[in-house]
């Protein structure tokens, strides 16, 4: 499940598990699709994300567009960051390098 770490900026911001795939998918859910604020997940642990997991992160990027708020992925690295680039997706959701590159990026806009 994931732990909320802080809000910072109108986001939340949540730890999120080693692997995104449809056992994990069900302890993310609610907590994070129900949020009113900006959801950036923290993927310093994820090194795994299957098709379900893909299809999560893009059906919670349009229910926050719809909400008026963003987001964003940051700490992706390795074989979670290969796949995403593979699956070209590093074009369709917003990465940042860390959570310091996120707050600079939202502080600029």
């Not at 080693?18 to 950036?40: E, F, K, W």
């Not at 963003?70 to 590093?90: E, I, K, Q, W």
Request: charged share 20%; aromatic share 8%; net charge negative.
């Amino acid at each position: 499940m994931p732990l909320l770490t802080y809000n910072h900026l109108n986001a939340r911001i949540f730890k999120a598990p080693s692997s995104i795939d449809n056992s994990t998918i069900r302890l993310l859910g609610q907590d994070i699709a129900d949020s009113a604020a900006d959801v950036v997940l923290d993927c310093h642990l994820t090194d795994y994300i299957d098709v379900t997991g893909f299809r999560w992160l893009m059906n919670l990027q349009e229910k926050q567009r719809q909400k008026g708020k963003d987001m964003a992925l940051v700490n992706v690295t390795g074989d979670f960051l290969r796949l995403l680039s593979v699956l070209h997706a590093n074009h369709l959701l917003q990465i940042y390098d860390d959570i310091e590159s996120y707050i600079t990026h939202q502080q600029c806009s």
